[in-house]
């Protein structure tokens, strides 16, 4: 499980930024609260704030870490070209230092019990010439502290935790722009193929963009062209909100090495009893979109891993998106502890009859263009108070008293005088 992600000089974000998904000790809704390890962990986040205040952005850092830890093995070469477009994170670019600094990534995580619920410390920084420092340090459930595994800087590579045979082969295949996590895991180094993988098990999906929102529309569930069971378990699923949805008749029209192309047409009850037929593409554009998430909310929940989705509320009603987050909320019907972290421009998803203080974030940008984040736990209004959990969050919200909405001004522009 995903503890805490931090990251700095990446897009808007100029300072040091830390997404926080450990319990504080508030009262409301302890039965969120799950163990992990010697952690008290949260299963969701839900992101609030103005368009282009970073909100997209804090989901971005972690996929360009994840992307860069689960790939850079290959990196490498003399291809100057290359090799910078490899390593081109965006930092900040609003003021020139941020610009020719670098930029840091560093989560920490619990394992598994299969691994011992171990806690992962793991991190590197990285700049257009390559990797400028990157490290591990695990903790056993049982210790106190971390155990460091290797540390690495442009002066030394550290691989304590790592068996002499093992370290020869780092040590040879290193370069500059390859992290040694990834090496690792191509290597077969078990500690870290642990980690690459936590990263591997990430699950994103953007429905703010029209393009990947078409292509996300099109993906279909592991096992829906052949298992009826499964056709039978998303028909039931769509019909938590659209009732007279019962079946699916599905046909396979193609099968080679660039997948299958399927046809879906939706079965629907009419109320005299008869049955419709309905071309999926002819279906409704929330109706596909929830189609679209059931693959990544059965991935989540059958592995206990993280699912990060940005413009979540895109052409959903609200109630249909508060029920796909209770999903994650109960604990009897997410038994591994999958997590969610979400964007959302819905202010509807601000209350305190949903989530918890610690599980509501705000970005913000101010006058310098740089963002920020911070959770409605740890904020505090005017009168240096922190906020109530009987307060009403969403008009609050929208009346500013969190910050992070938008700054409006007058739309004269089409005035003709």
């Not at 700049?127 to 420092?133: L, P, S």
């Not at 935790?161 to 290597?187: D, F, H, M, P, T």
């Not at 929330?286 to 990544?296: D, E, S, V």
Request: charged share 25%; hydrophobic share 40%; net charge negative.
């Amino acid at each position: 499980m995903l503890i805490q992600f931090r990251f700095q000089n990446f897009k808007s974000f100029r300072d040091d930024t830390i997404l926080d998904l450990s319990a504080t000790k508030i009262s409301e809704y302890s039965n969120h609260i799950i163990s992990s390890g010697n952690e008290r962990l949260l299963p969701a986040a839900a992101i609030f704030g103005a368009n282009a205040s970073g909100k997209s952005n804090v989901i971005e850092a972690l996929r360009f870490m994840a992307t860069y830890v689960i790939d850079s093995f290959m990196y490498g070469g003399d291809n100057e070209k290359e090799r910078i477009e490899r390593l081109r994170n965006t930092p900040f670019l609003f003021d020139s230092a941020s610009e020719k600094e670098a930029s840091s990534f560093e989560v920490y995580f619990t394992g598994d019990e299969e691994h011992g619920e171990k806690t992962y410390n793991y991190g590197f920084t990285l700049n257009n010439h390559g990797i400028v420092e990157e490290w591990l340090n695990t903790k056993a459930k049982t210790a106190r502290s971390f155990r460091k595994i290797f540390h690495r800087n442009p002066e030394e590579l550290v691989l304590d935790g790592i068996s002499s045979g093992q370290e020869e082969n780092i040590r040879l295949s290193l370069e500059k722009e390859v992290l040694v996590a990834s090496l690792g895991a191509k290597l077969k180094i078990n500690i870290l193929k642990t980690v690459r993988d936590w990263f591997y098990f990430l699950n994103f999906a953007d429905f703010g963009d029209p393009k990947e929102n078409e292509f996300l529309s099109s993906r279909i569930p592991r096992g829906f062209s052949q298992n009826r069971q499964v056709q039978r378990d998303v028909a039931s699923y769509l019909a938590t909100f659209d009732s007279s949805i019962v079946d699916f008749n599905v046909e396979v029209l193609r099968e080679d090495s660039q997948g299958e192309l399927v046809r879906i047409d939706a079965l629907h009850r009419t109320r005299d009893g008869r049955m419709v037929s309905l071309p999926f593409p002819q279906e409704s554009a929330g109706t596909r979109k929830m189609f679209a998430l059931y693959p990544f909310l059965q991935y989540a929940l059958e592995m206990g891993s993280v699912l990060l989705i940005d413009e979540m509320n895109a052409r959903l009603h609200p109630l249909l998106v508060r029920n796909f987050l209770l999903a994650f909320l109960n604990p009897d019907v997410n038994p591994k502890h999958a997590q969610i972290i979400f964007t959302t421009h819905d202010a509807w998803q601000l209350s305190n009859n949903l989530l918890r203080r610690d599980e509501i974030w705000f970005t913000e940008k101010d006058r310098d263009g740089a963002s920020s984040l911070y959770s409605l736990a740890d904020f505090t209004d005017e009168d240096g108070l922190k906020i109530r959990k009987d307060e009403n969050y969403e008009k609050n919200y929208l009346l500013g008293k969190y910050g992070a909405i938008p700054d409006l001004q007058y739309m004269d522009v089409l005035r003709r005088d």
